[in-house]
């Protein structure tokens, strides 16, 4: 059946067909908040605080134009929880951070929501970004050999580590992370607060321009050895839990992961899976 079908299809085809059919199988999902788990993940840790009287701290890492925010906005004003809600928000590029500033300033009052005009990396100072146009979400401190058009602008960064120190947080609850590329620079600078435990869950995103910033998701894993942290990819069906890093993982692939607190893993709907001899994964 399967010489069939190849000699039927001709390699353009059957690539596409292959690529579609093994993503599948991954549970990559188009990169969309509606349908990839994103806003499932928003949902349940927010159903998490309104069963307590706890303050959410919530980092907004990449914020852009603020639509992940946005959600979380909308949603703590439904379960009433809006008062006990705490963002801070990070946008480098002057021209996105002016739309965001516009945008949550809109966001309800009883909601606590800090702008940021800068970077989180593993440094303090100042570096060039790539801007590939106004508002977009491919703008990047790594040049994107995919699109050689942007321009490069200055901007001012910090680590999370020195942010939290000089403003007192003492625990972020949860770190949403998507920075085209600088997520593995943005976790080595919140080192010691994940040393301390003060981290519940991080969300990062993983994709191509991961190969630029010379990452892999082995460096998630190896990062988080000896600490009491679970790794796992976000899916429409929940977080699919790893055991262990293994070479399957690098297909670069666009998808959001976890890196989450052992105390944190019953906020949301998870299940663990392990690579088999024949490398597939099986939950």
Same mark, same amino acid.
């Given at each position: 059946?399967?010489?069939?079908?190849?000699?039927?299809? &001709? %390699? %353009?085809?059957?690539? /596409?067909? +292959?690529?579609?059919?093994?993503?599948?199988?991954?549970?990559?999902?188009?990169?969309?908040?509606?349908?990839?788990?994103?806003?499932?993940?928003? /949902?349940?840790?927010?159903?998490?605080?309104?069963?307590?009287?706890?303050?959410? !701290?919530?980092?907004?890492?990449?914020?852009? $134009?603020?639509?992940?925010?946005?959600?979380?906005?909308?949603?703590? !004003?439904?379960?009433?929880?809006? +008062?006990?809600?705490?963002?801070?928000?990070?946008?480098? $590029?002057?021209?996105?951070?002016?739309?965001?500033?516009? *945008?949550? +300033?809109?966001?309800?009052?009883?909601?606590?929501?800090?702008?940021? #005009?800068?970077?989180?990396?593993?440094?303090?100072?100042?570096?060039?970004?790539?801007?590939?146009? @106004?508002?977009?979400?491919?703008?990047?401190?790594? !040049?994107? @050999?995919?699109?050689? &058009?942007?321009? %490069?602008?200055?901007?001012?960064?910090?680590?999370?580590?020195?942010?939290?120190?000089?403003?007192?947080?003492?625990?972020?609850?949860?770190?949403?992370? &998507?920075?085209?590329?600088?997520?593995? @620079? !943005? $976790?080595?600078?919140? %080192?010691?607060?994940?040393?301390?435990?003060?981290?519940?869950?991080?969300?990062?995103?993983?994709?191509? *321009?991961?190969?630029?910033? /010379?990452?892999?998701?082995? &460096?998630?894993?190896?990062?988080?050895?000896?600490?009491?942290?679970?790794?796992?990819?976000?899916?429409?069906?929940?977080?699919?839990?790893?055991? @262990?890093?293994? #070479?399957?993982?690098?297909?670069?692939?666009? +998808?959001?992961?976890?890196?989450?607190?052992?105390?944190?893993?019953?906020?949301?709907?998870?299940?663990?899976?392990?690579?088999?001899?024949?490398?597939?994964?099986?939950?």
């Amino acid at each position: 059946m399967f010489d069939i079908l190849v000699s039927i299809l &001709d %390699r %353009r085809t059957l690539w /596409r067909l +292959g690529r579609f059919l093994y993503k599948k199988a991954r549970a990559d999902t188009p990169n969309e908040m509606q349908s990839n788990g994103e806003q499932m993940i928003q /949902r349940q840790l927010l159903n998490e605080f309104a069963k307590n009287s706890m303050t959410c !701290v919530i980092f907004d890492v990449g914020a852009n $134009v603020g639509n992940w925010t946005w959600f979380i906005l909308q949603k703590s !004003v439904e379960l009433k929880i809006d +008062g006990r809600i705490e963002i801070y928000a990070f946008e480098p $590029v002057a021209s996105t951070f002016q739309t965001l500033q516009n *945008r949550l +300033g809109q966001s309800p009052q009883s909601v606590h929501i800090h702008l940021e #005009p800068q970077a989180l990396s593993s440094a303090e100072g100042i570096s060039e970004m790539f801007v590939t146009g @106004e508002n977009a979400g491919t703008n990047s401190l790594h !040049v994107d @050999e995919m699109n050689k &058009d942007a321009h %490069r602008i200055e901007i001012n960064k910090t680590t999370a580590d020195a942010y939290c120190f000089r403003n007192n947080i003492k625990v972020i609850h949860y770190l949403k992370c &998507d920075t085209e590329g600088h997520d593995m @620079e !943005v $976790v080595y600078g919140a %080192r010691q607060l994940f040393q301390e435990e003060r981290i519940m869950a991080c969300q990062f995103e993983y994709n191509h *321009r991961w190969i630029y910033s /010379r990452h892999y998701l082995k &460096d998630i894993f190896d990062f988080a050895q000896n600490m009491p942290y679970s790794i796992g990819k976000i899916t429409p069906k929940g977080i699919e839990i790893f055991e @262990e890093w293994h #070479p399957e993982l690098e297909r670069f692939f666009e +998808g959001n992961y976890m890196l989450i607190h052992h105390d944190a893993l019953h906020w949301f709907r998870s299940r663990k899976g392990k690579f088999d001899l024949s490398s597939t994964y099986n939950v």
